[in-house]
């Protein structure tokens, strides 16, 4: 069975080139268009790994990252931020809420898929 990711953007043009790469490595997307949006599938729908945006409006990602560790089923799944920011201030404060990673848009697509294997193993 395919391994469900969701991604968190409040870019549609980001949550679609997410989602392409990931349906193309053979995952299972769910898409949120920002915190809040994630934050309540979250809720409703188990899933394998979230990578969410740093800046997203309603709920950013490192609210997103410490609400989603509240909830049992997301306490130990992998989280990945995919943000434009890239101090170490931003990615520490991402680690201190639960973050596993960061990837640093523009990415890739064969650095994500890297990046998902890497951490779903």
Avoid: H
Wanted: hydrophobic share 45%; with cysteine.
């Amino acid at each position: 069975m395919a391994k469900i990711i969701m991604t968190a953007d409040d870019s549609a043009s980001v949550r679609q080139m997410v989602s392409f790469t990931l349906k193309q490595g053979g995952y299972d997307v769910i898409e949120a268009v920002d915190g809040m949006d994630a934050l309540t599938k979250l809720q409703s729908t188990k899933v394998d790994m979230l990578i969410t945006d740093l800046n997203m409006p309603n709920l950013d990602g490192i609210g997103l990252i410490k609400a989603a560790r509240a909830i049992p089923a997301c306490k130990f799944i992998p989280i990945v931020m995919l943000s434009t920011e890239s101090q170490d201030t931003k990615k520490q404060e991402g680690k201190a809420a639960g973050a596993t990673g960061w990837i640093i848009k523009p990415f890739k697509p064969e650095q994500l898929i890297a990046v998902v294997k890497k951490v779903l193993g």
